[in-house]
């Protein structure tokens, strides 16, 4: 099995338990294909870089998870199905990006932080 992560917009005329209900669909196709689901992350409504669909706005999500290839097919092939899903982007992850993955989770690049001395003795 390898590590994976997907990224997936979804369509922001959805309301918050539509898209709860989408998001738990992916994450559930993934368990009944024996994924090991590792980190789920709702970044909730962001803008777009350029609009798709004529919308300027989305609902952003994030899945990282151990799986067959065969497994990403399958669940490539319900994002294209979902009429929900503007875009998505699935990456196959190597050492390095599963240690950044393992910092990112534990906080270690949030802004919100306590200053450095640096930045407190400015």
């Not at 962001?46 to 919308?55: F, M, S």
């Not at 910092?103 to 919100?112: C, P, Q, S, T, V």
């Amino acid at each position: 099995m390898k590590n994976y992560e997907t990224v997936f917009i979804l369509n922001p005329v959805l309301s918050e338990e539509q898209m709860k209900d989408t998001v738990k669909k992916f994450v559930q196709v993934l368990t009944e294909g024996d994924a090991e689901v590792i980190n789920e992350e709702q970044w909730g409504l962001r803008k777009l870089a350029y609009p798709i669909q004529h919308k300027s706005t989305g609902f952003y999500n994030l899945v990282e998870f151990k799986a067959d290839p065969q497994l990403v097919d399958k669940l490539e092939t319900e994002f294209r199905r979902d009429e929900a899903v503007m875009r998505f982007l699935t990456t196959a992850l190597d050492k390095h990006a599963l240690e950044y993955n393992e910092k990112r989770r534990k906080g270690a690049f949030r802004k919100d932080k306590k200053k450095t001395k640096e930045e407190a003795a400015s």
